[in-house]
């Protein structure tokens, strides 16, 4: 990598930030997410914005253990597939941070 982010890093990063800013920016009154609101009940806001955040950091620890087991011939497949995985990802907080931030405005 010698200095450079990877296309995993930075797409790890700008999902991580997203799911920060989700939870900074998550109206409770207009919550629609039937689970979401379940988890809430039951485990509390704070700790799901925690379990939230770990997760996303599992599925970044989940990514360095893959890269260090599988082939090195197998590696350039398993990266598109984190790497497709995260833009999917990245794509549906963006989604909801937007939501959050409109619902604000309402």
């Known amino acids: ?10 797409w790890f990063v700008l999902l991580f ?5 989700d939870i ?10 039937p689970v979401t609101l379940y988890i809430w009940e039951q485990i509390g806001y704070l700790s799901a914005a925690w379990l939230k955040g770990g997760l996303v950091l599992l599925f970044g620890l989940l ?14 497949f ?14 549906f907080y963006l989604l909801v941070v937007v939501i959050n931030l409109l619902a604000y405005t309402v």
Request: proline share 4%.
């Open 1 to 10: 990598m010698q200095g450079r982010i990877s296309s995993f890093g930075l």
């Open 17 to 21: 930030f997203l799911n920060m800013l």
């Open 24 to 33: 900074l920016t998550t109206v409770p009154a207009y919550e629609a997410n």
């Open 63 to 76: 990514f360095t253990v893959a890269q260090k087991v599988v082939n090195p011939e197998e590696w350039s």
């Open 78 to 91: 398993a990266k598109r597939v984190f790497v497709g995985i995260l833009k999917v990802l990245v794509a």
